[in-house]
């Protein structure tokens, strides 16, 4: 096979620029049955041109073959799209809605595990063996080892656990040499030292992931840059949420004398994340940190600004379009202001408690307990999955979980995201310490009974239109320390008072 000249300047060892062979050749590595762990994390660093081969090669040659697939996070549509009719299981984390059709349909088993769990356990050999591990890379270097791209995820722990390796080196991205801290995990009966990190810019390890080249079956060359992440310029909601929790961080500012130095931040992706940046910039608080799973839009304003921002880590760069470019443009500065560590290590919870990370994410539904729904619609119908926010909620210093007090729904209705009681528990009461929306906030971090609790989240943070509602099942529930309505016959009724409200909420809230 003739190599590119550009692939020649990314493969510095003889023995595997060597084994560089068409990608229709690699796929055939994988076998009906095979259990397969790739790069990937939030559409970042996904192996963008072995996998589309590979559903193309089962498609023609063996239309019948299933596999496993892990990954770090989710994969782009482009990717994960075309696999999943071959895909017969799948974890940790998912956003494809191919897969989410087939796992709804009972026709593939998905994993739902939190991110540092997960790749500890991957490694431990939870999951049995893996067949072939997929990664992408932006360089090998002349020892053989390799520098990865936009995400590290499970890639290290793929590459050390596979019986086979297939190296994708991306040679339409830049080389990220310098941008990473990979340790891996240690596995019993080896003991896992304390990790020395006690600042967020801290770098353990090493900036390349070692490998057993006897491994590598195969090379293939990808150009094929990420696939831009959907973004959505900030509504008013968005904004009065993220004004709603700059509020709060200024609160205990003041409550627990911080002066301008905000403890580390753990933002979720989406667009309220960004709008929540977006406000945190503008607010009084200087020399900000994140140690966060995804570096996203949001925060490469940051990254300019020498008096807002200090260093941050993740596991992940997901951008838009628009965002990818600007990343581009401050791709140097980047290099020297930001680290992309192992999942296992950026969701560690000895890490998160030790650096007093505060966590805020968005979840589909709270409960005027304070317990949270990150996962399953109507609790049956799984969204993504939990990914790395139960790691942030239970370990954070502060856990701020924040999301509109209302949803509208495909078939017109408007439902309430404060509810009696969510109907899946991805998040006790118990690891959430504020519920923000639009509407204001309310704190679960105080001594008191939540009932009394339940009461604030329904005045401050649901939608004007359902608190009586709210305050109708918090009456119909009765005495007790956390009270449940018990009485079939009055629940009923309320459900469906509920369900009318949901139909006739008023034409612009």
């Known amino acids: 096979m003739t190599v590119t000249s550009s692939l020649k300047d990314r493969i510095e060892n003889p023995e595997l620029l060597a084994r560089v062979v068409p990608v229709e050749e690699a796929v055939k590595h994988v076998a009906d049955g ?22 193309w090669y089962f498609s023609q040659q063996l239309p019948q073959a299933g596999i496993t697939l892990l990954s770090g996070a989710s ?22 809605a191919a897969s989410r059709r087939r796992i709804h349909a009972g026709e593939m088993d998905f994993t739902d595990v939190h991110l540092s769990a997960f790749a500890r356990n991957l490694m431990y050999g939870f999951y049995g063996d893996i067949d072939v591990a997929v990664v992408e890379v932006s360089r090998i270097r002349p020892n053989g080892s390799v520098i990865l791209t936009s ?17 994708e080196v991306n040679t339409a991205v ?55 992440v959907p973004f959505k310029a900030a509504d008013d909601t968005d904004k009065r949420i993220a004004r709603n929790v700059v509020d709060f961080l200024l609160q205990c500012r003041e409550q627990f ?51 807002k921002f200090e260093y941050a880590s993740s596991t992940a760069v997901s951008f838009s379009a628009e965002g990818r470019q600007r990343f581009m443009q401050l791709f140097e500065r980047c290099r020297d202001r930001l680290v992309l560590r192992p999942m296992w290590l950026s969701n560690s919870p000895e890490i998160i408690s030790r650096l007093f990370v505060i966590a805020m994410n968005t979840p589909i539904e709270v409960d005027i307990y304070g317990h949270v729904n990150s996962t399953h619609i109507d609790g049956s119908r799984i969204v993504n999955g939990l990914g790395g926010s139960g790691d942030f909620f239970r370990n954070a210093y502060l856990s701020i979980v924040h999301t509109p007090s209302t949803r509208r729904l495909k078939d017109g ?36 009974s939540p009932k009394r609790r339940a009461q604030d989240i329904i005045e401050r943070c649901a939608h004007p239109y359902f608190r009586p509602l709210l305050k109708a099942y918090l009456d119909m529930a ?25 139909r006739a909420f008023p034409a612009g809230g």
């Open 34 to 55: 095979s259990t397969v762990a790739i790069s990937g994390f939030t559409k970042s660093g996904e192996p963008k041109t072995f996998l589309p081969a590979l559903a």
């Open 75 to 96: 994969l782009s549509e482009n990717v994960e799209g075309p696999l999943a009719p071959f895909i017969r299981k799948r974890g940790p984390y998912m956003s494809s």
């Open 151 to 167: 995400s590290v995820g499970i890639s290290v722990e793929a590459l050390a656990r596979a019986k086979k390796i297939v190296l």
């Open 174 to 228: 830049p080389d990220y040499t310098g941008f990473h801290d990979i340790v891996p995990p240690a596995v019993h009966p080896h003991v896992g030292w304390p990790l020395p990190v006690v600042n967020v810019r801290d770098r353990i390890g090493t900036p390349y992931v070692e490998l057993d080249l006897s491994k590598v079956v195969a090379v293939v060359e990808s150009r094929t840059p990420d696939h831009p």
């Open 257 to 307: 004398h911080w002066g301008k130095r905000l403890p580390p931040i753990q933002s979720g992706v989406g667009n309220v994340a960004n709008a929540i940046i977006g406000e945190l910039y503008d607010s009084p608080f200087q020399k900000i940190r994140f140690w966060t799973e995804v570096f996203q839009d949001g925060m490469l304003r940051y990254v300019e600004d020498d008096a």
């Open 413 to 448: 209705r408007t439902v309430s995201c404060v509810m009696p009681y969510v109907r899946h528990i991805d998040h006790t009461e118990h690891d959430i310490k504020c519920v923000v929306t639009e509407q204001g906030y309310a704190l679960n971090m105080d001594i008191r």
């Open 478 to 502: 009765g005495a007790g320390d956390e009270p449940r309505a018990t009485d079939m016959q009055a629940l009923n009724g309320w459900w469906q008072a509920y369900d009318a409200a949901t």
